[in-house]
């Protein structure tokens, strides 16, 4: 099976508070890809972060940083010193190379209040 | 214009009422993508175009019709609708839908409502 776990359907936190959103991921496949989206109230998806299955390397850019573990398949996503402007709905997603099938997660609501 | 654009933004259709929403994209790619959004399922996919070649109907009812004349045009024919079918319709287009890699960008949406 393929799927993406998104298990947090919705987190509050504080302005400045660090979070970290969950992302749990199921493949058969050894060549995938896995994603984080942001979509604001205004509806448009945004991209965040593609990794491909073979580059373990976490990354940081800004207040953001990503958690890549093979061995949990997990793709954790968080964000340091939190902002109003943060609040949106995140999707982790899966991009499988040889069944060619993209699957999203559910998303996890963030509200970060001031 | 650039990025990926959708008209109408807003639309309230009847069940009886034939519609159709229009996705343009300005990014040069050959991949493009319809999803619905319903508070049931966050991101469903509904159908995918590469290369104006339909590669993905994921069991899309036949009152959705998609059309894509060229890489930069996507259309979705909407007629005989049921009021479960009121959702965000998303729009999104990649370099290419080659099995991985290549990140989507997304329109604004249609937010569709069937009375």
């Known amino acids: 099976a393929q799927k993406v776990t998104q298990a947090q359907t919705e987190i509050s936190v504080v302005e400045k508070e660090d979070v970290t959103l969950d992302c749990v991921y199921e493949?058969?496949?050894?060549?995938?890809?896995l994603f984080w989206y942001k979509q604001p109230p205004s509806g448009e998806l945004v991209f965040l972060i593609r990794?491909?299955?073979?580059?373990?390397q976490n990354e940081i850019s800004g207040r953001y940083s990503w958690n890549f573990q093979k061995s949990t398949s997990s793709f954790n996503f968080t964000i340091t010193a939190s902002q109003v402007v943060d609040s949106a709905v995140y999707f982790c997603?899966?991009?499988?190379?040889?069944?060619?099938?993209?699957?999203f997660g559910s998303g996890t609501k963030l509200n970060v209040k001031p | 214009e650039t990025g990926v654009t959708q008209t109408p933004r807003h639309l309230v259709m009847g069940m009886t009422n034939k519609k159709s929403l229009k996705c343009e994209q300005h990014?040069?790619?050959?991949?493009m993508y319809w999803y619905k959004q319903s508070a049931k399922k966050p991101l469903e996919l509904m159908f995918v175009?590469?290369?104006?070649?339909?590669?993905e109907n994921n069991s899309v009812p036949s009152r959705f019709s998609p059309e894509c004349p060229n890489s930069s045009h996507l259309f979705l024919h909407l007629h005989t609708l049921q009021p479960e079918d009121s959702a965000l319709y998303l729009c999104?287009?990649?370099?290419?839908?080659?099995?991985?890699?290549?990140?989507?960008?997304f329109g604004p949406g249609t937010r569709l409502t069937v009375l």
């Open positions: 999104a287009s990649s370099q290419e839908r080659a099995g991985g890699s290549n990140e989507q960008f």
């Open positions: 990014l040069g790619h050959n991949a």
């Open positions: 997603a899966l991009d499988s190379y040889n069944f060619n099938k993209f699957y």
């Open positions: 175009y590469n290369f104006k070649e339909q590669t």
């Open positions: 493949t058969r496949d050894t060549t995938y890809y």
């Open positions: 990794r491909n299955s073979f580059d373990e």
